[in-house]
């Protein structure tokens, strides 16, 4: 008589080892009671906390990680390899009206730019795929170690944590490590920098308090920090004061997006010109925007450019991209053939999703699998030559969480994977769960947002997902 074993799950081996555990272990603490009583996790998430964690294996934390710095070197090298050395050219390239471009091309004459970013990946379970890559100092997400600190108050999470010999980052911790690398310059000697967390008038009177939260916890991290709006500079010697203080970083929560009105256009003309005066630290600089654009994934993804980069660096894309393309009347698929564009999405409906380049947030995106074929074609035949992009479907594979009765159900994560300027040092951490750890990298440390929903466009806050951390290390999610 043959017997045959259950299929081993296709990622995470300690995803399942977990949630065994869990249905074992009763517990008289329930394992999100203490994310749920946090103020701060609160203010961000409610209370829309999954019940374990995810797990990211040590080999395919350091293989993302590396094939992400690739993608941003590549994103960096866009101006010189496509546009003749023009940043100007490849604003206009993404969509940017010339408002944007004027003010984006000054800021790039000013400072340096480090690699800081969240890519947002769906695991396919033979590897990640990069749907999109914010490559911005407004990160989200950015209170994720507390949901790992939180969710160690479970004793039997803590256990399985230290069995595993897992551990988490501080994203803040790497965005602080990367603001002090960028604005080098500009941080004084014997005392704290003065950072301003900045949003416009507008985005401020939504975001204030989450801003006001950062601001908080980059004091913990050596730095003098305050959230402001724009409009709450003055410039005495023209250096941005606010609150009486002479500030030395400005920490930039502002979207390309939002410059495009005129009145905040002016809000920043003059910190602008101080960054260029040499008055205080950008963080990060405008054109950091452009690179994390959804416009230019699809340029990586051109077949007109694949003689552009070197074998290895093809490599990565061809792992890491999903086909990707321009709106534009002709195109090639994904074998590389020239195809009508319009004709191939009408008919590969199921298999693509429509975004906009120059939105954030899930905002404008059309799922293509989820509205009827005349919609579909409306919103293509919209969208022709304008700042759009069509991508091709990435399924994520299904992954195990405890479902809080004893079992287990499957959700499909979106993963929020953090990267900065890598830490030379490394390897250095603080407690028995290395909340402080580094790997030397610039990995800066995840989040998830989970849906039950296999068919889900975008796995998101605002589409009802649920939020969880990230451990990494040991046997991790390897499968």
């Known amino acids: 008589m ?27 603490v ?65 969509g940017l009206d010339p408002l944007q471009t004027a003010l984006i091309t000054r ?72 603001l002090r690398a960028e604005c080098a310059a500009h941080i004084p000697a014997g005392r704290p920098p003065v950072v301003a967390v900045v949003d416009t008038p507008e985005n401020f009177a939504v975001v204030g308090p989450r801003l006001r939260v950062l601001a908080a916890k980059l004091a913990d991290h050596g ?13 005495p010697n023209g250096r941005p004061t606010v609150a009486g203080r002479a500030v ?13 009105d005129p009145a905040a256009a002016a809000l920043l003309e003059p910190l602008l010109t ?18 994390g654009n959804k ?11 694949r003689a552009l980069v070197d074998a290895a660096e093809l490599a990565c894309i061809d792992r890491l991209l999903p086909w990707t393309r321009y709106v534009r009347p002709h195109a090639t698929d994904p074998a590389g053939s020239r195809i009508d564009l319009l004709a191939h999405a009408v008919a590969h409906q199921e298999e693509l999703i429509l975004k906009p380049t120059l939105l954030h947030g899930g905002h404008g995106i059309t799922v ?14 919209e969208a022709m030559n304008g700042p759009y992009v069509v991508q091709r479907r990435v399924r994520p594979v299904a992954e195990p969480f405890p479902d809080g009765t004893g079992g287990v159900r499957e959700l499909f994560l979106n993963w929020g994977i953090y990267v900065g300027a890598p830490d030379a040092a490394g390897g250095a951490h603080d407690d028995d769960f290395g909340d402080d750890y580094d790997h030397g990298d610039g990995y800066g440390g995840g989040f998830v947002r989970a849906s039950a929903d296999p068919a889900v466009g975008v796995v998101s806050m605002g589409s009802g997902a649920t939020v969880g951390c990230v451990f990494d290390g040991g046997e991790g999610g390897d499968g």
């Not at 296709?10 to 249905?23: D, K, T």
């Not at 959230?227 to 003055?234: I, V």
């Not at 030395?248 to 495009?260: C, Q």
């Not at 509205?371 to 074609?377: G, M, Q, R, T, Y």
């Open 295 to 305: 416009g230019t994934l699809a340029m990586l993804s051109d077949d007109r450019h």
């Open 30 to 94: 329930h394992p999100t009671a203490a994310a749920r009583d946090s103020a701060t996790l609160t203010l961000a998430y409610q209370d829309r906390f999954l019940n374990g964690p995810a797990f990211l294996g040590e080999t395919e934390r350091s293989t993302v990680v590396r094939d992400l710095h690739t993608v941003y070197g590549l994103l960096r090298s866009l101006p010189e390899r496509v546009f003749g050395g023009s940043i100007t050219a490849l604003a206009e390239a993404v």
């Open 107 to 178: 800021s790039a004459r000013t400072g340096s730019l480090h690699p800081l970013g969240r890519a947002d990946l769906y695991h396919d379970g033979t590897g990640f795929k990069l749907l999109e890559f914010n490559i911005t100092s407004a990160l989200g997400g950015f209170e994720n170690a507390d949901i790992n600190r939180a969710m160690l108050a479970y004793p039997p999470l803590a256990e399985f944590v230290r069995r595993h010999r897992l551990r988490y980052r501080d994203t803040i911790a790497c965005m602080v490590r990367t």
């Open 2 to 28: 043959t017997t045959t074993s259950p299929p081993e799950p296709p990622r995470s081996r300690l995803g399942h080892a977990y949630g065994e555990q869990f249905a074992r272990h009763a517990s008289t």
């Open 274 to 291: 101080a960054t260029e005066q040499g008055s205080v630290g950008l963080f990060s600089r405008l054109d950091a925007e452009l690179y």
């Open 223 to 235: 730095v003098d920090a305050v959230a402001c709006d724009l409009a709450e500079f003055t410039y």
């Open 368 to 381: 293509g699998w989820q509205v009827d074929p005349a919609e579909w074609k409306h919103r293509l035949t």
């Open 248 to 260: 030395d970083v400005v920490f930039r929560y502002f979207l390309p997006e939002d410059l495009s």
